[in-house]
């Protein structure tokens, strides 16, 4: 049974899907398609608010990401799946909520400062990037969303998004409801080398990577630093690797490797040999199908044309709400004055 509740979420479009982005959103996305109205985007302006001076590469990612999410099970069938721009009320709605929306709110979240320190090879003291929270509560407030499914990184975020809604709702009357975050139950992806799996370390393992590439990157991959040779014993529990056997092993597979690594029978090159067949196993069908899907762009620009269409049907009646909330909805007037 669908659930009348309304889910959202975005992804920047900001390169491939990578495995982080994948145990860390996509996959509780394509789970929660059974259950809610769903709704997912890909946040191809808020890729702007960093990538402003060169966009080139925006339009081709949103594509190559779309092939990634409808590879990885999203299915336009049972969910709406759009771009942010070729939904224009999202701007309508961002320049409003702007209006009411303090700057010490902006300036106080964690993520700006954080993200100009980190990004400091390009200029973020712009408007649009501090309103990057801004406009990711109106793509939340725009489809009356109740859940948001995210990773715990975004929960700043969203706590913002709650607050903007509420200040509006107490102006103007109870409009948007409380959109909750659902955060993903999977633990953090590690990255090749421990850190978090994400695109700025340089450290992921993308969908679409070859079998050749994901046997290269697993024979990267850091092991258990205490172990410098051979005849060491491992400790698992504390190992990178191991990590990804957790993600992509049989439970009798992972019970194996854990025995025969702390008894020092198996090596670490052994173990990512090993690794690489059970993650090339899992990313199989995933890069067939989406091969298949990039091989016709126009198909793809037609579920992003369909889907934005029905995208806007959601975000015309709030917009027709929000307007007639704050006294601006000429259209309203002429047409019952006519
Ligand atoms: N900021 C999110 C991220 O970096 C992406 C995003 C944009 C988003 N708009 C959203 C997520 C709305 C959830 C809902 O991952």
């Keep these: 049974m669908?659930?009348?509740?309304?889910v959202l979420?975005?992804?920047?479009?900001?390169g491939r899907i990578h495995l982080g982005n994948y145990f860390g959103a996509v996959k509780n996305w394509v789970e929660l398609q059974d259950r809610y109205r769903c709704f997912y985007f890909i946040a191809?302006?808020?890729?702007?608010?960093?990538?402003?001076?060169d966009p080139s590469r925006i339009g081709g990612h949103s594509l190559e990401m779309l092939a990634d999410l409808l590879a990885s099970?999203?299915?336009?069938?049972?969910?709406?799946i759009f771009v942010q721009s070729m939904v224009p009320e999202h701007a309508e709605l961002h320049l409003l909520l702007s209006m009411i929306t303090p700057l010490g709110w902006l300036e106080r979240v964690p993520t700006y400062k954080e993200q100009i320190r980190e990004l400091s090879n390009k200029d973020l003291s712009t408007h649009g990037f501090l309103g990057y929270p801004v406009l990711q509560t109106a793509d939340i407030l725009l489809y009356r969303a109740h859940f948001v499914p995210v990773g715990e990184d975004q929960a700043s975020h969203l706590e913002l998004s709650r607050e903007i809604g509420r200040r509006f709702n107490s102006y103007f009357g109870e409009i948007f409801p409380e959109p909750k975050a659902l955060f993903t139950p999977t633990p953090k992806v590690p990255g090749l080398d421990g850190r978090k799996m994400?695109?700025?370390?340089?450290?992921?393992?993308?969908?679409?990577?070859?079998?050749?590439e994901?046997?290269?990157?697993?024979?990267?991959?850091?092991?258990?630093?205490?172990?410098?040779?051979?005849?060491?014993?491992?400790?698992?529990e504390t190992c990178n690797l191991y990590q990804f056997h957790r993600l992509f092993s049989s439970p009798e597979l992972q019970e194996k490797v854990a025995r025969e690594c702390r008894r020092a029978q198996i090596g670490c090159v052994d173990d990512k040999r090993l690794i690489a067949d059970q993650i090339n196993s899992f990313l199989e069908p995933i890069r067939a199908k989406r091969q298949e899907l990039l091989k016709s762009r126009d198909?793809?620009?037609?579920?992003?044309?369909?889907?934005?269409?029905?995208?806007?049907?959601?975000?015309?009646?709030?917009?027709?709400?929000?307007?007639?909330a704050l006294s601006i909805n000429y259209r309203k007037v002429v047409e019952k004055t006519r």
Excluded at 2 to 6: D, P, Q, S
Excluded at 44 to 53: F, G, I
């Design 214 to 236: 994901v046997d290269a990157k697993c024979n990267q991959m850091f092991t258990d630093p205490q172990r410098l040779r051979r005849k060491d014993v491992g400790h698992p």
């Design 44 to 53: 191809d302006w808020h890729a702007l608010t960093t990538d402003y001076a």
């Design 9 to 14: 979420s975005g992804m920047r479009a900001t």
């Design 198 to 212: 994400s695109k700025s370390y340089g450290n992921t393992i993308l969908l679409s990577d070859s079998p050749e």
């Design 73 to 80: 099970g999203l299915d336009p069938d049972r969910s709406v």
């Design 2 to 6: 669908i659930n009348e509740n309304v």
């Design 299 to 324: 198909s793809l620009l037609d579920i992003l044309y369909e889907g934005s269409g029905k995208a806007r049907e959601r975000a015309t009646e709030t917009m027709d709400l929000v307007r007639t």
